[in-house]
C-alpha cells in the first residue's frame, strides 16, 4: 500500500473512532434545543420523559478539572433510524449530551 493510501485508511479510522463517542453541545427536541447549562425541569418539559434513566459514574471537568462525579443518563431517541442521544446530568444540570448509535 502506498503512502496516499495508507494516510486515508488513517484519516477514516481516526474519524470513525471520533463519531464513536461524539459529544454534542445541544439536542434538538421538536423546535427547540436543550444545552449544556439546562436544569432537569427544562429538559423535562422541552423533550418530555426519556425512554430509560440510570445512574453512575462518569469523569467530567468541574472547576478546571477533571473529576469523576456521579450522573443521571437519560436516553432520548426519535425513531427506529435516529441516533440515540445521552443527556448527562449532575446535580440537576445538564453537563454534556453524547450522541450514541442506532
Same mark, same amino acid.
Request: aromatic share 6%; charged share 25%; hydrophobic share 40%.
Given at each position: 500500500?502506498?503512502?496516499?493510501?495508507?494516510?486515508? +485508511?488513517? +484519516?477514516? #479510522?481516526?474519524? &470513525?473512532?471520533?463519531?464513536?463517542?461524539?459529544?454534542?453541545?445541544?439536542?434538538?427536541?421538536?423546535?427547540?434545543?436543550?444545552?449544556?447549562?439546562?436544569?432537569?425541569?427544562?429538559?423535562?418539559?422541552?423533550?418530555?420523559?426519556?425512554?430509560? @434513566?440510570?445512574?453512575?459514574? #462518569?469523569? %467530567?471537568? %468541574?472547576?478546571?478539572? !477533571?473529576?469523576?462525579?456521579? =450522573?443521571?443518563? &437519560?436516553?432520548? @431517541? @426519535?425513531?427506529?433510524?435516529? %441516533? !440515540?442521544? =445521552? $443527556? %448527562?446530568?449532575? @446535580?440537576?444540570? $445538564? =453537563? +454534556?449530551?453524547? =450522541?450514541?448509535?442506532?
Amino acid at each position: 500500500m502506498d503512502t496516499r493510501n495508507t494516510g486515508i +485508511a488513517l +484519516a477514516v #479510522a481516526t474519524l &470513525w473512532a471520533l463519531c464513536a463517542a461524539a459529544q454534542a453541545d445541544s439536542y434538538r427536541c421538536g423546535r427547540q434545543l436543550i444545552r449544556t447549562g439546562d436544569s432537569a425541569a427544562d429538559v423535562l418539559q422541552v423533550c418530555g420523559e426519556p425512554r430509560y @434513566k440510570d445512574r453512575g459514574q #462518569a469523569t %467530567l471537568r %468541574l472547576g478546571g478539572a !477533571e473529576k469523576s462525579a456521579s =450522573v443521571e443518563r &437519560w436516553y432520548y @431517541k @426519535k425513531s427506529r433510524r435516529s %441516533l !440515540e442521544h =445521552v $443527556v %448527562l446530568l449532575h @446535580k440537576g444540570r $445538564v =453537563v +454534556a449530551i453524547e =450522541v450514541g448509535g442506532r
